[in-house]
């Protein structure tokens, strides 16, 4: 159980272009979703918690314009990377956690490459 | 704030020896402490987590972790090490609902 997917999986966009990733719980009901970025060898970084049905909370020094978070339901999450540039390349990854749960359940992650 | 420092960013064994990867947590309040495992361009998967049961913590594929208040730490070991556990380890601690990874070690394994 607790098992969570993203699509894509990889993505090739060219510059100014918006791209979307889902982040699905597949067996659960997610109230908190997180989504986190991760730059070659280096550590995840969190970008925004959301939850079901209200606006995302974004840590200090990320866009909200730039990355449009949606949790319109209970195992579904969405992070529109807006206007995307080269330095918006990375590995993007989601996870999920049922009410009350200290767990977050992980995703396979995104790979964005942007041209 | 609490947070963690992952000493040693990359740590070389050979298979069939022990594999110890250290961690120590900054935390003014009980931790609830992690460690997951991230195979290359994978999502992480968790390995063990502490949550103030049980001192020793045993986890996935041999691991076990032992939190120490008195070092602050939080140390994963595995006696012996397999060929299929170099990946990337990284240890974590909840703070606000929110989960705060340390640097990470990446495991290699030498045959």
């Known amino acids: 159980g607790a098992v969570v997917s993203q699509h894509p999986s990889w993505v090739i966009c060219k510059s100014g272009t918006s791209v979307k990733i889902e982040c699905r719980s597949l067996?659960?009901?997610?109230?908190?979703m997180f989504w986190y970025r991760q730059f070659p060898k280096q550590s995840l970084m969190l970008m925004a918690t959301s939850n079901e049905g209200s606006k995302a909370t974004y840590e200090q020094g990320v866009e909200k314009d730039k990355f449009l978070i949606n949790h319109a339901s209970l195992t579904l999450s969405t992070l529109t990377v807006t206007s995307a540039h080269p330095e918006d390349s990375s590995f993007y990854i989601c996870?999920?956690?049922?009410?009350?749960?200290?767990?977050?359940?992980f995703g396979p992650g995104t790979r964005l490459t942007v041209l | 704030a609490q947070s963690v420092t992952q000493l040693g960013s990359h740590v070389s064994v050979s298979e069939g020896a022990l594999v110890l990867l250290r961690c120590n947590y900054s935390?003014?309040?009980?931790?609830?402490l992690f460690w997951y495992v991230q195979y290359p361009n994978q999502g992480l998967q968790l390995l063990l987590k502490y949550t103030s049961a049980a001192t020793l913590v045993k986890g996935i594929n041999g691991f076990e972790a032992e939190f120490k208040k008195s070092e602050t730490s939080f140390h994963l070991t595995k006696p012996s090490a397999h060929m299929s556990d170099a990946a990337e380890y990284f240890c974590a601690v909840n703070s606000a609902s929110k989960i705060i990874f340390g640097s990470g070690t990446r495991l290699s394994i030498r045959p």
């Open positions: 996870s999920a956690q049922s009410g009350g749960g200290d767990e977050q359940f």
């Open positions: 935390s003014s309040v009980p931790p609830y």
């Open positions: 067996d659960f009901q997610a109230t908190t």
